[in-house]
């Protein structure tokens, strides 16, 4: 009954989506070919990120687009030298945990573009993101002295107001950074600017008996200790319309008249190089200045001498600076697992997990799996379907077997001891009519209802390694179809829940 119940199900759900596709072709048929000149292009190559992206599906996300202009967020970074994983890293945080789509504008040395563009079109997450990549520019009077500024590259940042000049508002960050919550939090941020400020950066200190600036620095900074600018949030309409109070000159000068001068005086006492340069100006026009706390720029200096950032502790990290290389080294496990986390995070979680995921849903599931069908029927080839239902999957996930794949996915002792701990130990009773049972120890089940459950319960359903149907996996309750060797797919499927000690129905 129930095989018969999805089928009429699948059928359904093809049908709409034939219905959904014809519209809009039919949309598109009627839409005025875009583009057409006008705009100057913008440095470096400009593609579509994934490699889905081209043909029809773009096609219909670019008119998503049109529509929607403004809900794109900009994201800025400057790699140069041996920044390569750890800057794609840093975009992989940015597009998990992100809604609306994103814009990368990622500047770096020639030698690296090759790399970015390989591995951006290859990027797993069609539709969400956009990428241009620029070469490193520096105005030519000057280029030499910005260059060997602090680390190579690094003023680069302070040019982008006038590099992306068709760009309203952007989020830059070092490549060095992950983002734990979506980028649309921190974006939110420039809508809660007065009419004064222009940009938003959080403190370098929290604690003034440790802090650097007001301890060391020979120029003025900004407030008690001074600001970081690892993430630095940038309305750079306002930052190209704004005269700055300056100690240079009696006038206020606009943004690309005053860098120069500024690198002049100051050159021989800053140590920071441009986010030195960057304390300077909002010393002079504080009033310009977003200040957000440090959960939002977190860095090992928080937790190293103390506890340094009570906000973190109460509400969580929203943004981790792993400066000090501590992602590449031992000295903080914490951060470095968590960025081995994110680097191999399409590992954890396969693209065809549509349950308990953010953006993705039953529905999901089925208009997936039903475009794939479609398109084999209509080519006149056969097409088998095999639904699978694993027994009280929940409750059967075998805690030895789950802790095995967290190692293999590089979670630390720490954390493995951590989930080891949630779920052992939990009991189990049933209660009818107010009589309750006796509580039994349970060994093998994630909890249900609670976040990490889920969570868990995806990553040890792992089965579709070696798999090369077409594979929907709804939780507990997976699709598999395809004209390939499906037999063969079957048996593996088969020895997965074997050897994880799963049902199949
Ligand atoms: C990415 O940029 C290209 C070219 O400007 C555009 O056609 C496409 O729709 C954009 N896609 C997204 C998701 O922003
Ligand atoms: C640089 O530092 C020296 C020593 O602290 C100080 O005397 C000088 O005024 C500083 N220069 C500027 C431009 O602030
Ligand atoms: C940036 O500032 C300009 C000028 O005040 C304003 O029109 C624009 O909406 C701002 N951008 C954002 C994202 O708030
Ligand atoms: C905007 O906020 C800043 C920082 O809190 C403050 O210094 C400035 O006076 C405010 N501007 C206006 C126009 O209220
Ligand atoms: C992988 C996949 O199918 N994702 C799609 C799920 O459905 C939503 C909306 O129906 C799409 O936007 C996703 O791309």
């Not at 219909?60 to 403004?70: I, V």
């Amino acid at each position: 009954m129930r095989r018969v119940a999805r089928v009429a199900l699948l059928c359904l759900g093809c049908a709409v989506c034939s219905l959904l596709y014809g519209l809009s072709q039919l949309a598109l048929s009627l839409e005025p070919e875009p583009g057409g000149g006008g705009q100057a292009p913008e440095p470096g190559a400009r593609r579509q990120a994934g490699s889905a992206a081209r043909g029809q599906a773009g096609t219909r996300r670019y008119d998503y687009m049109k529509t929607h202009p403004s809900e794109k967020m900009h994201l800025a970074v400057v790699a140069c030298g041996e920044r390569l994983e750890e800057t794609v890293t840093m975009l992989r945080s940015a597009i998990i945990f992100s809604i609306k789509p994103l814009h990368f504008h990622i500047f770096a040395e020639d030698q690296l573009h090759e790399s970015f563009k390989d591995i951006l079109d290859e990027f797993p997450y069609e539709g969400k993101v956009n990428y241009t990549l620029y070469p490193i520019t520096f105005p030519s009077e000057s280029a030499a002295e910005w260059k060997k500024l602090f680390k190579p590259c690094a003023s680069q940042r302070l040019f982008l107001p006038l590099i992306l000049k068709n760009v309203d508002s952007l989020l830059y960050v070092d490549t060095d950074i992950l983002f734990l919550r979506p980028v649309d939090d921190i974006w939110s941020f420039l809508g809660k600017f007065n009419s004064t400020q222009i940009a938003a950066m959080a403190p370098e200190h929290e604690e003034p008996r440790i802090g650097w600036y007001n301890r060391f620095a020979r120029h003025p900074y900004y407030g008690v200790t001074g600001i970081n600018s690892g993430v630095m949030l940038m309305n750079m309409t306002r930052i190209r319309r704004k005269y700055f109070k300056n100690d240079m000159t009696p006038v206020r000068l606009q943004w690309g008249e005053i860098l120069m001068p500024l690198l002049k005086k100051y050159k021989l006492n800053i140590t920071w190089g441009d986010q030195d340069l960057l304390n300077i100006m909002f010393f002079h026009n504080p009033e310009s200045l977003y200040v957000f706390p440090c959960q939002w720029n977190y860095r090992p200096d928080h937790c190293i001498y103390g506890s340094n950032c009570k906000a973190a502790e109460e509400e969580g990290i929203f943004i981790l600076h792993g400066n000090r290389g501590v992602y590449h080294d031992d000295k903080q496990p914490t951060f470095r697992a968590v960025y081995e986390a994110i680097k191999n995070d399409n590992q954890g979680i396969r693209p065809s997990h549509q349950g308990l995921r953010k953006g993705r849903s039953c529905l999901s599931n089925l208009s997936t799996f039903c475009e794939k069908a479609t398109h084999l029927v209509s080519g006149g080839k056969a097409l088998d379907v095999i639904y699978l239902d694993f027994s009280k999957a929940f409750e059967t996930v075998s805690h030895g077997i789950l802790l095995n794949k967290l190692a293999s996915h590089g979670l630390d002792s720490c954390s493995l001891h951590w989930v080891k701990n949630c779920l052992d130990g939990q009991a189990q009773r049933v209660v009818v009519n107010g009589i309750a049972s006796s509580w039994q120890l349970g060994t093998s089940r994630v909890l249900q209802g609670s976040v990490l459950g889920p969570l868990l319960f995806n990553i040890f359903n792992d089965l579709d390694k070696g798999v090369d149907c077409t594979l929907s996996k709804f939780s507990d309750d997976n699709m598999l179809g395809g004209n390939v060797d499906l037999q063969r797919d079957l048996d593996r499927l088969d020895q997965w829940a074997e050897s994880d000690s799963i049902e199949v129905q």
